[in-house]
């Protein structure tokens, strides 16, 4: 009883934040949870006001969070195929779509389409055959029925060899339903970036503020030297998608891929002012935000800037310097909760106690 009272004392001792590197510590599936790594409290520099930052970062501002554990990687494709063998459950992009789900998300006025156009899938990176405008998002990106996260790429396509790679075409609410059956609950959107950092204050990358270190490239994301982007042609060296969960070093925490590969999921709804609002609280640290209250982003235009939407964050194998840039810890991004999608997925935290 000493002992776990010393440890509670520890964890939710306010301003607590780890003095120098902090150490790697994993759980064991014991005492502690397998497959997962312990994020000490602390408090750190949110967001960003680095010149690679933009607006919906800005300003950067102190926050405070307990310690708590986190998935080592992604959820993968193994992983998550064992929760829908338990449960049976159908993910988002296996339904039928919701008309007054989508309704929410498109200008006022828009008729209903056709029942028979309403059919399961989920919309797919495809690419362009060439070089394109690349404020024509529309031409990388298509709804292909069919598409779910056994068939990312639509019917043909396979994860049969990919059981280590992220899962992806997984909606927010798979995401909450797959915490629930594992015992876990997605991240705030202030613990993820804090775990991302893995105690490198105000870092440009997770690894650091160099890109490419010695040359090495560190994170899954579409390298703009090797190829144009969107372009995915035979002659470009054809499609590209996720790595195995783990590919790269991990972070100062020992967490895996916290930005490239696929986007993640946290809990938070997303405010492009969410972050002005934060700092107009005071000097002192917000302690354990848990996100605004509603939804607001003006840059989609004919998109209602009420439409709900949850933050994913870490960016994905098509981050790019000429377009994305969000393979940076503090990059943020708001995503329809019903929109599955060929590069984002999710990890999860737990609230399990910390270690001795």
Known sequence: MVL?????????????APAGPPDIILGDGLT??????????????????SELAQRNEQPAHKVQVQGFWMDLTHVTNDQFAEFVRETGYLTTAERKPDWETIRVQLPPGVPRPPDEALVPGAMVFVGTEGPTSLAAYWKWWRYVPGANWRQPQGPGSSIADKGDHPVVQVSYVDALAYAAWAGKRLPTEAEWEYAAR??????????????MPEGRQLA???????????????????????????TFPPNGYGLYDMTGNAWQWVSDWYRADYFVMQSRTGSKPIVNPQGPEDSFDPSQPGVPVNAPKRVIRG????????????????????????S??????????SDAPPPR
């Open 315 to 338: 960016g994905s194998f098509l981050c790019n310097e000429s377009y994305c840039l969000s393979y940076r810890p503090s990059a943020r991004q708001g995503s329809d909760p019903y």
């Open 340 to 349: 599955p999608m060929s590069h984002v997925g999710f990890r999860l935290v």
């Open 4 to 16: 776990a009272g010393v440890a509670a004392a520890w964890y939710l001792r306010p301003e607590a």
């Open 198 to 211: 893995g105690g490198l204050e105000q870092a440009t990358y997770v690894w650091g503020d160099e890109l």
């Open 220 to 246: 899954n994301y579409w390298d703009t030297n090797q190829r144009s982007f969107p372009v995915v042609s035979p002659e470009a060296g054809g499609a590209v998608g996720t790595q195995a969960a783990g």
């Open 32 to 49: 502690t949870p397998a497959g997962m790594a312990w994020v000490p409290p602390g408090t750190f520099l949110m967001g960003s006001d």
